[in-house]
C-alpha cells in the first residue's frame, strides 16, 4: 500500500479538525472543575426514586450557590459540582435535600481557589516539561540518522502529531462542556498525558523501522518511509483496537466517574494511531521534499 501518495489528504483531514478543535477551544473555552478553580463537589444517593435535576436545582435555589452542576450517577445518585462550601453551609445543603427526600452522603470534598490555581499552573509546568523531554528524547535516540532528515525533525514530527492527538480531543470536550456541562478535571488531564506516552510510542515504533530499513540499505528514503508504515500497520492497529476495546467496556459499563476519562483516552488514542501512521512520518518526507526544492 503506498501510504504517501495520498499525504495531503491525510494533511487537510488532520488540518481541518484540529482548526475546528481551535475554534471551539477560542469560542467555548474548557469547563474547568473544581479540581482548578476551586469549589465543593458533593455526591449523595437516593433511597427511593431520584429527583430530575431541574427539581434539585429548585431545591436548592434559596441558597446562593453560584452555578451548580448536577450529574446523575448510578441508578439513583447525584453529583453536585458548586462554589466552595464551609461546613455549616455543606449540613444546611444536606439538610435541605433531606426534607423531601431520604438520601445518603457518599462523599463531600471542598477546593479552595489558591489550591486550584496552584494545580492549574503545575498541570500546565507538567505539560511543557513533558514535550520538551520527548523532542529531546527522540532527537538523541535517532541521532545515528542524520540523513537525509536530521534527527531533530523526527522529534519536531512527532511533537506534531502529538498535538494533533491533543488538541482534537480538547476542542470535543470544549464542545461538550459548552453543551453538556462535561468539566475537565484531574483524571481526565491524566489521561492526556498517557495519550503523549501512546501517541509517541506509536510514532517512535515507525521511526524505529525506518532507522532499519535505512540502515539494511534501503537508498530512498520515501521508499524506506512507505515500507516501514505497512511493516508496522497491523501492529499499530492491533495493539490500538485491545486498549479500545477495554476503555469502550469502562466507558459503557465503567459508571459515571470512568465514563469522561476513558473518553479522552478513547479519542486520544484512536488519533494517535492515525496520527502515527498516516502524520508524522509523511510529514518527514514532505520536509525532505521541501528541502531538496528550496
Known amino acids: 500500500?503506498?501510504?504517501?501518495?495520498?499525504?495531503?489528504?491525510?494533511?487537510?483531514?488532520?488540518?481541518i479538525l484540529?482548526?475546528?478543535s481551535i475554534i471551539a477551544l477560542v469560542v467555548f473555552g474548557l469547563n474547568l472543575g473544581i479540581d482548578f478553580t476551586g469549589g465543593s463537589i458533593l455526591e449523595i444517593e437516593y433511597k427511593q426514586e431520584r429527583p430530575s435535576i431541574?427539581?434539585?436545582?429548585q431545591e436548592l435555589s434559596e441558597f446562593d450557590l453560584g452555578q451548580v452542576y448536577i450529574q446523575p450517577t448510578g441508578e439513583k445518585g447525584v453529583i453536585l459540582r458548586l462554589k466552595?462550601?464551609?461546613?455549616?453551609?455543606?449540613?444546611?445543603?444536606?439538610?435541605?435535600?433531606?426534607?423531601?427526600?431520604e438520601?445518603?452522603?457518599?462523599y463531600f470534598e471542598s477546593i479552595g481557589p489558591v489550591i486550584g490555581r496552584e494545580l492549574k499552573e503545575k498541570t500546565k509546568i507538567v505539560i511543557a516539561l513533558s514535550l520538551i523531554a520527548i523532542v529531546l528524547y527522540i532527537a538523541f535516540a535517532f541521532r545515528r540518522i542524520s540523513k537525509p532528515v536530521p534527527s531533530w525533525q523526527y522529534g519536531i514530527a512527532a511533537l506534531v502529531a502529538l498535538s494533533h492527538d491533543v488538541l482534537i480531543p480538547l476542542g470535543i470536550f470544549s464542545v461538550l462542556g459548552k453543551y453538556q456541562g462535561v468539566q475537565i478535571t484531574i483524571p481526565i488531564i491524566t489521561a492526556l498525558l498517557t495519550v503523549f506516552g501512546y501517541s509517541v510510542n506509536d510514532s517512535v515504533v515507525v521511526f524505529d523501522?525506518?532507522?532499519?530499513?535505512?540502515?539494511r540499505g534501503t537508498v530512498d528514503y520515501e521508499k524506506a518511509v512507505n515500507q516501514s508504515l505497512n511493516q508496522t500497520l497491523v501492529r499499530s492497529v492491533n495493539?490500538?483496537?485491545?486498549?479500545?476495546?477495554?476503555?469502550?467496556?469502562?466507558?459503557?459499563f465503567g459508571g459515571e466517574t470512568l465514563k469522561y476519562f476513558s473518553l479522552a483516552l478513547i479519542l486520544g488514542i484512536s488519533f494517535g494511531t492515525y496520527s502515527s501512521l498516516f502524520l508524522a512520518s509523511p510529514l518527514l518526507v514532505s520536509w525532505l521534499h521541501f528541502k531538496r526544492k528550496a
Open 1 to 15: 500500500m503506498d501510504f504517501l501518495k495520498y499525504r495531503k489528504i491525510y494533511y487537510l483531514f488532520s488540518g
Open 18 to 20: 484540529v482548526l475546528g
Open 54 to 57: 431541574d427539581v434539585i436545582k
Open 84 to 101: 466552595a462550601l464551609d461546613e455549616e453551609s455543606h449540613q444546611k445543603v444536606l439538610n435541605k435535600l433531606k426534607e423531601k427526600h
Open 103 to 106: 438520601i445518603e452522603e457518599k
Open 209 to 215: 523501522r525506518i532507522r532499519e530499513n535505512l540502515i
Open 239 to 252: 495493539t490500538s483496537l485491545t486498549t479500545l476495546f477495554v476503555l469502550l467496556a469502562i466507558f459503557f
